[in-house]
């Protein structure tokens, strides 16, 4: 699984995405802050903003590693196609808005799920009692 986790500033997108590193296993790419050295990521994701570019390279080189992987970029909205083109790649598409619900861009048959606290904690979330996961199937239009 490869889920990219999008939001406003300070929604939890970070808190959430250390939790998933430390308490669930996946590897952890801060766009923000340049997190891949040494992976050989870097370039690969440089390259989509080049002329030509394409997500292609980027989301192959994370499905050789055979683990989960959440990116955590807070998207500018002059880069919505890049979104666009790694829900293409079968990237998952999350948004953490104000109030931190998770809205997610998967398809799971456009199912309701409530992440319980107690299963799910992650430290800092501004809402610890439920988190609500709304899957909202294709998204033409992401927020």
């Known amino acids: 699984m490869i889920l990219l986790v999008s939001g406003i500033p300070a929604s939890g997108k970070s808190t959430y995405c250390r939790w998933l590193e430390q308490d669930q296993g996946f590897i952890h790419f801060d766009i923000d802050v340049q997190m891949f050295q040494g992976t050989g990521v870097g370039p690969r994701w440089n390259s989509i903003f080049h002329p030509g570019g394409s997500t292609k390279p980027f989301v192959s080189t994370l499905r050789q590693w055979l683990r989960s992987v959440v990116i955590d970029w807070g998207f500018p909205p002059a880069k919505l ?39 799910h904690k992650s430290p800092g979330l501004k809402q610890p009692g439920r988190k609500l996961l709304r899957c909202l199937g294709p998204t033409s239009s992401l927020p």
Do not use: P
């Open 81 to 119: 196609g890049v979104v666009r083109d790694l829900k293409e790649e079968g990237v998952e598409i999350s948004w953490f808005d104000a109030t931190g619900l998770l809205l997610s861009g998967n398809t799971l048959n456009g199912a309701t799920a409530h992440l319980n606290a107690s299963k």
